[in-house]
Structures are given as structure tokens and as C-alpha cells.
């Protein structure tokens, strides 16, 4: 009777497990892609106004360029590993689709 509670307890416990290693995983790197997109859209969107403003007159745009004339304010760092990017990180500016391509 002992035996069959312990079986009933511990398959209650990896089945339960089964359940949330995966789920949380997902869960962790769908937070992390989330926040790499709004870092990418914030160094996106500084280039892009940059370059029409005409301060910035190359479509590739490093981040030296973008703090000298103060489109970023504070230093880009990555929102997962907390390292600073580099300043010779650069976007790509395009018609359709500008990318950030962090060095």
C-alpha cells in the first residue's frame, strides 16, 4: 500500500514536471527575443531619424555617431547579457527593412 502511494506521488511529480521545465523555457525565451526587438527598434528608430535630419549622411550609422549628436542618450546595452555594445556596432539603414547589427 506503502509502495503504491510513493509510485502515485512520484509520477505526479514528473508529469508535473514534464510540464513546466518546457513551458518555462518557452516562456524565458519568448522574454528574451521580446526584449533584443525593442532594443533593436530603439537603435532603429534613433538611425532612421538621424538620417533625416541629415546629421547622419552614410545609411550605415554606428553607434558613436548616434551618441556624438545625441540621438541616444544613455549607452546600448544588451537587455540580456547586461554587456554594453560596442560603439562600432552599426544599422543598416534600407528602404524596407533597416537592421542593427551589434558588433
Known amino acids: 500500500?506503502?509502495?503504491?502511494?510513493?509510485?502515485?506521488?512520484l509520477s505526479i511529480i514528473i508529469c508535473s514536471l514534464m510540464v513546466s521545465i518546457p513551458t518555462f523555457y518557452k516562456v524565458i525565451s519568448e522574454n528574451h527575443r521580446k526584449l533584443y526587438i525593442v532594443t533593436e527598434k530603439l537603435v532603429i528608430e534613433a538611425a532612421e531619424k538621424c538620417y533625416y535630419d541629415d546629421k547622419c549622411k552614410n545609411t550605415k550609422i554606428t553607434l558613436k555617431e548616434l551618441y556624438e549628436n545625441n540621438?541616444?542618450?544613455?549607452?546600448?546595452?544588451?537587455?540580456v547579457t547586461k554587456e554594453i555594445y560596442s560603439d562600432n556596432s552599426f544599422v543598416q539603414l534600407k528602404k524596407v527593412d533597416s537592421t542593427f547589427n551589434p558588433v
Open 71 to 79: 540621438y541616444l542618450k544613455d549607452k546600448v546595452i544588451n537587455p
Open 1 to 9: 500500500m506503502r509502495s503504491s502511494k510513493f509510485i502515485i506521488c
